[in-house]
């Protein structure tokens, strides 16, 4: 009973870390690449086996890195050209990404190739790891890309273009949502608090708390002159009235 019970857990435990860890697929193609030398200008046809496997982990405005992996086909090899090779040559790999913003390649940082005589076959790693930065979480389409060789990446001496890249298996690549973002926060506008309002308004009112009714000043409303002008004349009437009584009385 004990062996069962045991057996069970371990079974569990296996499919719930299974369940737990991310597992890349990785797409292998056959890639037939026309490589065109410059000066003089010579072309080759080049078969090469690429296995292209995504990060798991890869998150925006961080590098994320693809490993590649290719290896030629029917000995259908790169060769060295009649000009030989430019010094200081490196292999350059390429990975398509197509279908998110701002993302079209990811790039090896170049293979040292060493000395290699005219007519040789041009080795490839085994595997090489290609490096790209997005800003922003998604999902994208990666191909087997371009190989080139040269001194610099963007200056090959042979250029390896893969020929119908579109019907080529593709890998997806997911971004997920983690990461510093790049774009502005927006800065809410503060509302005005109560006390804030109150404020305001005791300032507009041209009276204040209390007003006329408790001695704290302010401006006398309509009635409050009606009232004054009122005892006024009263006054006024009651002293016209002493003033005749005392012309009109006896001496």
């Not at 405005?61 to 259908?76: H, K, P």
């Not at 990461?179 to 109150?198: F, R, Y």
Request: charged fraction near 15%.
């Amino acid at each position: 009973m004990r062996v069962r019970t045991v057996l069970s857990v371990a079974i569990l435990t296996g499919v719930a870390l299974s369940a737990r860890t991310p597992v890349s697929i990785a797409e292998t193609n056959v890639v037939q690449y026309d490589c065109m030398t410059s000066g003089p200008e010579t072309h080759q046809t080049v078969k090469v086996s690429v296995m292209l496997t995504m990060p798991t982990d890869a998150v925006p405005n961080q590098q994320m890195s693809i490993a590649w992996t290719g290896s030629y086909v029917d000995g259908a090899s790169l060769k060295v050209p009649a000009a030989g090779l430019v010094a200081g040559a490196k292999l350059y790999v390429h990975a398509g990404i197509s279908g998110h913003p701002g993302l079209t390649s990811a790039t090896s940082d170049g293979s040292e190739l060493g000395q290699i005589g005219v007519g040789e076959t041009i080795p490839l790693p085994e595997s090489v790891t290609l490096h790209t930065t997005s800003q922003d979480a998604g999902t994208a389409t990666v191909r087997p890309g371009a190989i080139n060789v040269g001194a610099t990446e963007n200056s090959p001496q042979i250029h390896c273009d893969p020929q119908g890249k579109d019907s080529l298996k593709a890998d997806t690549l997911n971004i997920g949502g983690a990461g510093t973002s790049t774009s502005p926060s927006a800065t809410p506008t503060p509302a005005a608090s109560a006390a804030e309002s109150d404020e305001a308004d005791e300032t507009a009112s041209p009276m204040p708390a209390g007003g006329v009714a408790t001695g704290g000043g302010g401006e006398a409303g309509l009635d409050g002159r009606v009232l004054v002008l009122g005892g006024l004349l009263l006054a006024a009437a009651a002293g016209t009235g002493l003033l005749f009584r005392r012309r009109h009385s006896p001496l």
